[in-house]
């Protein structure tokens, strides 16, 4: 069993950057990957970017690539999420969730084992 707790959410101007963390704690030794997903208001849960927890490269959803980074400490159990040239749009419950798995696909949220509660990013004019 893996849990995992979001941080950092809160407003921010548009323009200006913002970092979120994922905290994990339990067997997170048996843990393949960790993605993040947004979901605002009226709209449904997408993808924003996904980090292997033992080896590989990162995977940014589109709209993510260039201006987020995902990061991970594994001494600290933490991924997180840098969030650049933040906009409107970019206003979203976000979590983390993880698979343990060996193969997936990152934007099917059926192959994501754990889910946190999520923090809530608003982005304001």
């Known amino acids: 069993q893996v849990w995992l707790a979001e941080s950092g959410g809160g407003s921010v101007q548009a323009g200006n950057s913002l970092t979120i963390s994922c905290s994990l704690s339990?067997?997170?030794?048996?843990?393949?990957?960790v993605g993040w997903f947004r979901q605002a208001p009226g709209r449904e849960r997408e993808f924003v970017a996904g980090l292997p927890w033992t080896r590989g490269n990162e995977f940014y959803e589109g709209f993510a690539k260039g201006r987020f980074l995902v990061s991970g400490d594994k001494e600290k159990n933490l991924v997180n999420l840098q969030m650049n040239s933040l906009t409107l749009e970019d206003t979203a419950v976000y979590s983390c969730?993880?698979?343990?798995?060996?193969?997936?696909?990152?934007?099917?949220?059926?192959?994501?084992?754990?889910w946190g509660q999520g923090t809530q990013v608003t982005v304001t004019p």
């Open positions: 969730a993880g698979i343990k798995r060996a193969g997936w696909q990152w934007r099917m949220v059926k192959f994501y084992d754990y």
């Open positions: 339990g067997d997170t030794g048996t843990l393949s990957a």
